[in-house]
């Protein structure tokens, strides 16, 4: 059977979801993205043509409310789920590469 | 406490004739967790002193004779966030995530005087059918531990099942109610999309998910159903419509005489048990004996629901999942020289195989040159399950079949093949794909082990399917039968 998508269109996917796989995880992954996605083009066998697509099925269209916030005052509870924090801000690494000092 | 004896409204009786104290009450829900959960295994996290302190604080004031859930301790999936108890959604991402606020269901059960004992176990992010992708540790199924629970609310469904607690909530993706309902014998309602606010909801697939109540018997159900549904203004897409009192119609008087059944053929096809079937069909005999006609109907776009959904779902899910950074909040990476490495390594670290699959799933799919052929094509026939279902509906009460094409099946015995845990949602992810309320019941045994029926309605019209259920539980003994403590029937 040809393969629907191979190692590196699964790299490149991976890559764009912030995942990084080692080569095993590569070959595990693609073996099973394959066989899933020759499930999806099973949707090839149904015509289609001139269907509107449905995203949500809600009966609640342009819904507005006033833009007001609530539930302040919870600073250092929410800091609190930070990973780091330094003087009442979330810390993160320097976005310059530090192994390349 | 015996919850097996007893529903919400004994329960409430007992409390406001002071037979029993809510103290009493909690502290009995606390020794049913401590003797069965070591083993069942439903629990992620206990809510012990909270719990025993809102006791307490009830039982000084009073118990409201007319609020049939003052004082009832409940269990809650841990993708439902509670202000300052941790909530995982059984993810190593979330393992230390403490939530600011409640959920908006959880808000309107602590108002209403629910008493949240713990949070339940689930699939990380609500990805399964069985528990097993929880980051934690499986749960067993009620009446077997050497089966799944179900999932992705297998803690829940076990919890209720076992009579650690009357009720739970769960919520429902692609089945994720309704299928661990199923599996352990117990009625699970997905109502219809839009009845119920998701804000506070851990996003899984914000245009399918929908949380509802999980518990021993339909009135229940209903009852539950009536406090936590309606328009919430922090979720735009629940609807304005008006909430019925569920469970006010259910009682002797209650009939399906003159109810118009669908039954799916393609709910007995190929791929499900004979006795799944058997019950299926038996049922359909009880609804006839009952004075209901029940015919053959077609859902022709059925078949394709599996690989619509999982089109869907995932590209949903790929963009719900991409707020996981590690920056925020969450698991954050030891190893990282650089921002990129935060991201990445965090992400890599933190979320399990099944919800790197979906995510890479959904990137693919929604990725620069799929998008038409995948996304849209599966949002295309999304459209078709649509109206296969308001054809049927439009004369039909309801339609009816099983929930899951076998029953509870063995721990690891599937979890390494995602294709054939993604074909058990066959029957219960076009009703997520088309909005509709559904609902499982008890219908019968296989092999000792529970099967249950779905009952799926008109949108918004959860009230026929409780009182379809109700009148088929009240004839029928199904719900009645309890599994033997250690799961060993």
Redesign the interface.
Known sequence: MASR?DQD??QH??S?????LNDDQLKY?TT??D???G??E?????D?EG??????????IN?M?EDVAD?WG?HA??L?????SENGY?R????????ED | MNYFEKDLTTLHDDLVAKRITVTDLVKATFDNIATTDPDLKAFLALNKDAALKKAAEMDEKGIDADNVLAGIPMAIKDNIVTNGLTTTAASKMLENFVPIYDATVVKTLNSKGIINVGKTNMDEFAMGGSTENSAFHDTKNAWDYTRVPGGSSGGSAAAVASGEVIAALGSDTGGSIRQPASFNGIVGMKPTYGRISRWGLIAFASSLDEIGPMTRTVKDNAILLSAIAGHDDHDLTTSTKEVPDFAADLNAQTSVKGMKIGLPKEFLGEGVDQDVKDAILAAADKYRELGATVDEVSLPHNKYGVAAYYIIASSEASSNLQRFDGIRYGHRSKDVKNLEDVYVNSRTEGFGDEVKRRIMLGTFSLSAGFYDAYFKKAAQVRTLIINDFQAVLKDHDFIMGPVAPTPAFKIGEEISDPMTMYMNDILTIPVNLAGLPGMSIPAGFAKGMPVGMQLIGRPFDEATLYKAGYVFEQATDFHKQTPKQGGNN
């Open positions: 998508i269109q699964v996917v991976a764009l979801a912030k995942l990084s992954f099973q993205l066989e899933i996605i499930l999806f099973t949707l090839n066998e149904v289609t269907i509107e697509p449905t995203s949500s099925v809600t009966d609640q819904v409310r539930n919870q509870a929410l609190a789920n930070a990973p780091e979330i993160v690494p320097t976005i310059i590469d530090e192994s």
